[in-house]
């Protein structure tokens, strides 16, 4: 085997030094009762089968063209980010606990945490969460440790895969949720917040693709004395719009995943989590921050270790330790790469697309499901005999938009999305299709 | 020295990414604009994000020069105990990377998916054929995450029979994640003496055992390596009261092809697929943290789950007990095909991995023994935990040891973890080390264990090669600079 290297010399002088003949006679301490009785049942693969088999299963995925964001938005990877995130110092190490030995990823950490901080307004970023639904539910775990209050205002209009994950954290807990419903604009209906709610948690643009007015949320919500949680699920779309602190949120959450890294169908992502600066003691997950060594020299460590599970045990915030570092790093490179000026245009030129495929559809008969600002993604009203003959655009290669069965109260209504990597070309292609 | 890797040569310094920051330069490539412009009303834009503008060079040298900072397995022997810092096979990361994985967008229909479900439902298979378990789970993101689906599960199963339970048995031998995972579910933890040879009795679990107790958390074997040979009987007497017994996977690379995790009596199992599977650690994640169960448990499974026809494969949603969602799609997916990909190159030789780990964190342990104090000298499986005992008396901590082993060239091992054992070295080598290289390694703990014998000052005056050394961590907490400025 490849990854084995003793050979029987090594394998003779290694059981002579330990004083055994035999290597199983390493295992006398497990019981004969709890033993398997039979080998491993899976045949090894030579690296020549182990590739044609996968490349089987990765051609059974359709390659189509897809019109679907909700929470996955095709974006471009630029070839220097895999390229400089799968070096093996980054790729191959462990969590940073060896500061001397980590820096490399205690300082992109660090870069990644005031990057994202930057992006959203926020003074303080952690480290990462898994992906965007766990970021939430721990956003909402948190604002019921600040605010102590035992509910969560939660928008209807939020990703529904991140509110099932919410309703998943919360369900061994005294704490619940209260729903508000969407206004005619497609906006979150704030105006009756209840008053015993820790937090209105709303996302922005939301999963109907409307922008919210945050603003206007966090003034209903600070009137209640709850939080503002914002959250998002297409980290591109700050780019252009106003950021959330700028806003008024206390606690922004959401995936980043447009950073850089691909769809993977679903996963790995990559959790944000900021808050103000006021509520750090509360934040879950891991912190970078800087100090000096010993020489005086700038340096990066751990910190807040005090809050984590393996300090604190069960009194700890979270449970959460390995999250989600190379892909917050595949992030932050990304971030370095577009800066100020490169973010503002590629999410113009998001915008600018959808805009187009949005203005194509309705000629095509389909009409707006809201009048209201929208970034990349959209919702319509279909025409009549649209979801038969979406399954023939499927045959020609185009995924034509996301059926929104999750929302039975908007009939024959399609969630689009359009990006930097639809060209006009694509755009016109699919256009004719549906027409 | 010369015999040890050691650092020599350059060593760049580089600024944080604002410090190279001149305004006007974008290191990315933008598309043409080949549609009209469309405006945003201004009332929703913003000023844009305070970023550092860079070209892509720049960007290359920065992350790069960074990446020399850093130690990976790639680079060299990283023993870090509980940790399972095994070599990961570069045809994981190009199988992993195919275009019809990475591109696949996961709200897509059912027809278009179905190479990505078939992939996930193999490796579900071996999961159980590895373990013996009954069912699984693949959506779990990390080994923390998996424990939480574990207890959320336990707590599921307790609510649908009627009657919750209160407590849970958390011995100190537990990862750290454990109690804080029990905690979210509302479960406090109950301590359990643990026996002279370190390790659970059946005794001591029938006196804390009763019917307002849901269950255990047993880490098998635990973290100080050694095997809980009364698991059968300590989870009998769980089951008895009604409880349900929860398996920490974090050393399942000790147990392959050996235990059966049915038959030691657990109902879950979580498994790091980074630990054990070879998946890259990538400094701190993502993993993917997939949970087997007993039947018992399966209708508490999370969803949705795949589920094959014929030849055709599905997502169900259809489970009333299901503990619910817990990714926001299916799982960390690419993570997931490193997994398969390892479980398919290895086989039936993943026995010859469990035995390899075992025989080289022994051959350690044979090799230290009397050089450093070993607490517990039971025999142990994939790892051997030593502490500072002999050298405090020299004025040498086991942070001392940890870090003179930098300037060796060799990563440390986990240190002042397990608790049980006080300023304890953890060391895991793991199956892929050679021979010569665990043999650097325990001349170099040796080397050390002379020098603090000798003269301390050599072993706490260090690490001497490294970049930085000893960064000030009680500064770091008392004025915290959790961001940089960003000056343009």
Known sequence: MRYLSHTPDDLREMMEVIGIERVEELFDSIPQGVRRDSEIAIEPESEWRLLREFEAMAAANCPVTTFIGAGSCAHHVPAHVPYLASRSEFLTSYTPYQPEISQGTLQAIFEFQTMTGSLLGMEVANASMYDGASALAEAALMAIRVKKKPKIAVSRLSHPHYLQVLSTYLRPTAFETVELGALPDGRTDCGKVPGDVSAVLVQSPNFLGVVEDLGAVAEAAHARGALLVASFT????????????SQGADIV?????SFGIPHNFGGPGVGMLACRKDFVRAIPGRLVGQTVDRNGERSFVLTLAAREQHIRREKAVSNICTNSGHNALTAAIYMATAGREGLRRIAQINHDKA?????????AGFRPLFNAPFFN???????????????KLLEKGF??????DAFPEYKDAYLFCATEVHTRDVLDAFLKEVA | MDRYPGTRGLAFREALLWERSRKGRIGLSLPEQDVPRSELDAGLVGDGPDLPELSEVDVVRHYTRLSTWNCGVDTGTYPLGSCTMKYNPKINDRVAGLPGFANLHPMMPVECIQGALSLMYALERDLLEITGMHAASLQPSAGAQGELAGMLMIHAYHA???????KIIMPATAHGTNPASAALCGYSPVPVQLSQDGIMTPEAIREVMDEDTAGIMI??????????SHIAEIAKIIHEKGGLVYGDGANLNALMGYADVEKMGIDVLHVNVHKTLSTPHGGGGPGAGPVVVRDVLEPFLPVPRVVKDGDRYTLSSDAPLSIGRLHSFFGNFAVLVRALAYTRTLGKHLKDVTEMAVLNANYVKAGLKGVYNLPFPQPSLHECIFNDAIQRKQGVTTLDVAKRLIDFGYHPPTVYFPLVVDGALMIEPTETESKADLDGFVEALRAIAGEAAANPAMVTDTPKNTAV????????????????????
């Open chain 2, 469 to 488: 050394a000893r960064p000030d961590e009680v500064l770091a907490a008392r004025h915290l600079i959790l961001r940089g400025e960003t000056p343009q």
């Open chain 1, 253 to 257: 959450c959401g995936e980043g995943s």
């Open chain 1, 355 to 363: 805009a187009y495929l949005k203005a194509g559809l309705e000629k």
């Open chain 2, 160 to 166: 649908h029979r009627g009657r919750q339970r209160r």
């Open chain 1, 234 to 245: 297409e980290a591109m779309a700050w780019g252009l719009l106003k950021n959330p602190g």
């Open chain 1, 377 to 391: 993604e959209f919702a319509l009203t279909a025409p009549a005999g649209f979801e038969q003959r979406r399954a």
């Open chain 1, 399 to 404: 995924a034509a938009g996301l059926k929104l």
């Open chain 2, 219 to 228: 880490t098998n074997p635990n973290t100080l390596g050694i095997f809980e």
